[in-house]
């Protein structure tokens, strides 16, 4: 948590050094939208082999404000498309250990800040890298049905009715992004861009690939 503060502290000092700037020398905004690619990794409780990856179609809108022509803080809001995976809990019955099928179906909402360094001025096409913070809340649904499993007792197998359950649960969490692009421009105002993010935790736990179009004002 304290390296989240300290990185929400960076982002917004920048702002705060360029408002005793006089606005006509301010940088312009830009706007974009964007569909990529979500990559995140899920940790289920209780379940066997809960830590995987899960993909999806994602979807995006962006605000930023240039301080100067090479720095600018940006606001995105991203929203996956729910993901379906089939996986096994962990169940014990009568003394023993069993596995049930069970579905579970994820969807991501990401609002995030990150302070961006523009290389290049006056350029057709600008590099950039990025840092910055996204708070994430996650929905979630594990679902499993009616199923007739084995557990295996003093060298015999024993057959255990799982009876069907449906469990949601919302978490709400944050997490440090690092990302890199391309910034293209068509026109004066009108650009293409084409972005890597990635989400850490600990360690790389979510990585999201996005093209999108935007226009400066």
Same mark, same amino acid.
């Given at each position: 948590?304290?390296?989240?503060?300290?990185?929400?502290?960076? !982002?917004?000092?920048p +702002?705060?050094a360029?408002?005793?700037?006089p606005?006509?020398?301010?940088?312009?905004?830009?706007?974009?939208?964007?569909?990529?690619?979500?990559?995140?990794e899920?940790?289920?409780?209780d379940?066997?082999?809960?830590?995987?990856?899960?993909?999806?179609?994602?979807?995006g @809108?962006?605000?930023g404000?240039?301080?100067?022509?090479?720095?600018k #803080?940006?606001?995105? @809001?991203?929203?996956?498309?729910?993901?379906?995976?089939?996986i096994?809990?962990?169940?014990?019955?009568?003394?023993?250990? #069993?596995?049930?099928?069970?579905?579970?179906?994820?969807h991501?909402v990401?609002?995030?800040?990150?302070?961006?360094?523009?290389?290049? $001025?006056?350029?057709?096409?600008?590099?950039? !890298?990025? !840092? +910055?913070?996204? @708070? !994430?809340?996650?929905?979630?649904?594990?679902?499993?049905?009616?199923q %007739?499993?084995?557990?295996?007792?003093?060298?015999?197998? @024993?057959?255990?009715?799982?009876?069907?359950?449906?469990? $949601?649960?919302?978490? #709400?969490f944050a997490?440090?992004?690092?990302? #890199?692009?391309?910034?293209?421009?068509? %026109?004066?105002?009108?650009?293409?861009?084409?972005?890597?993010?990635a989400?850490?935790?600990?360690?790389?736990?979510?990585?999201?690939?996005?093209?999108?179009?935007?226009?400066?004002?």
């Open positions: 948590m304290r390296a989240l503060i300290a990185i929400a502290a960076w !982002v917004v000092m +702002g705060l360029a408002a005793q700037t606005p006509a020398a301010l940088a312009a905004n830009d706007v974009g939208i964007a569909l990529g690619w979500s990559g995140a899920h940790n289920i409780h379940i066997h082999d809960s830590r995987r990856w899960h993909g999806s179609l994602l979807a @809108v962006s605000a404000h240039y301080w100067t022509d090479h720095l #803080t940006e606001l995105d @809001v991203s929203w996956s498309r729910p993901r379906d995976r089939e096994y809990e962990t169940l014990e019955r009568q003394g023993g250990f #069993t596995y049930a099928l069970s579905d579970y179906r994820a991501d990401r609002l995030g800040i990150v302070q961006v360094f523009q290389f290049g $001025r006056n350029a057709w096409v600008h590099p950039y !890298v990025g !840092v +910055g913070a996204d @708070v !994430v809340r996650r929905q979630a649904t594990l679902t499993r049905d009616r %007739t499993r084995v557990i295996y007792l003093q060298n015999r197998t @024993v057959p255990v009715e799982i009876p069907p359950s449906i469990e $949601r649960d919302t978490t #709400t997490e440090a992004v690092l990302k #890199t692009g391309l910034k293209m421009y068509a %026109t004066e105002q009108l650009f293409f861009n084409t972005e890597l993010k989400g850490i935790r600990g360690e790389v736990d979510h990585v999201v690939w996005k093209f999108g179009m935007g226009f400066d004002f």
